[in-house]
């Protein structure tokens, strides 16, 4: 079983749709989870961080962690063109140098 | 504020010869520094990684070395590519002490083995 699960799409929705990537994982040690986004042919960067269970929000970014599931989600409100790109969660127990899991990514096409 | 720097962007060399790929990080101390390879529809693949000047830690046993001769440089080598080692690399740094292990990559470089 992988540590990590991501569906890698592509996910095409119209552009104004709201828009939600999801990651499972098995390893109840995670603690602290991340959203990164990666257009084609750059390096990933990151989007949002969170530590525990619990909704962050930022403009029209909002990021969800349900560790009972052990299923984080990523919402995008009024998706827009410059939003396609693939999507790559990573988790970590906090604390190791040898750093974070990623999942494959879910590649994102938001259609104008 | 930080910055990381990867060279060269884009890479094309035969199979049998060297590899030098370099990542330099400006703005930070003491980073942990890491090297990912992404090939299509495989994610992220961590390669090596270095808590400290000349401290390496290996993931994956391979033909590729990593070398970390100065605080905030970190060098991916191998002394013969092969076929396989075309993909997509990364130079990450993380703070070094932190809980959270959150990551920044550099732009990354692409080599094609031919």
């Known amino acids: 079983q992988k540590e990590v699960e991501q569906d890698p799409g592509p996910l095409s929705v119209p552009e104004g749709a709201i828009v939600s990537l999801n990651c499972t994982y098995s390893?109840?040690?995670?603690?602290?989870f991340m959203w990164y986004r990666q257009y084609s042919r750059k390096g990933p960067e990151l989007l949002m961080y969170?530590?525990?269970?619990g909704n962050k929000e930022d403009g029209r970014f909002t990021a969800q962690v349900d560790k009972s599931s052990k299923y984080i989600s990523l919402f995008i409100r009024d998706s827009q063109p410059s939003d396609s790109a693939t999507y790559l969660c990573a988790m970590s127990g906090g604390g190791g140098a040898d750093g974070l899991t990623f999942g494959k990514g879910t590649h994102l096409i938001i259609q104008p | 504020s930080q910055t990381i720097h990867q060279w060269p962007a884009t890479l094309v060399q035969p199979v049998g010869s060297p590899l030098s790929l370099e990542c330099t990080v400006e703005?930070?101390?003491?980073?942990?520094l890491y090297w990912y390879r992404q090939a299509a529809g495989r994610g992220l693949q961590l390669l090596f990684y270095s808590v400290g000047i000349g401290q390496i830690s290996s993931e994956v046993p391979q033909n590729l070395s990593a070398s970390r001769p100065q605080d905030r440089q970190f060098i991916l080598s191998s002394k013969k590519l092969l076929l396989s080692d075309s993909g997509f690399y990364l130079c990450?740094?993380?703070?070094?002490?932190?809980?959270?292990?959150?990551?920044?990559f550099g732009p990354g470089t692409r080599l094609t083995v031919l």
């Open positions: 990450a740094w993380s703070v070094w002490g932190s809980s959270t292990d959150t990551q920044y």
């Open positions: 390893n109840s040690a995670f603690q602290y």
């Open positions: 969170t530590y525990s269970s």
């Open positions: 703005g930070t101390s003491n980073p942990n």
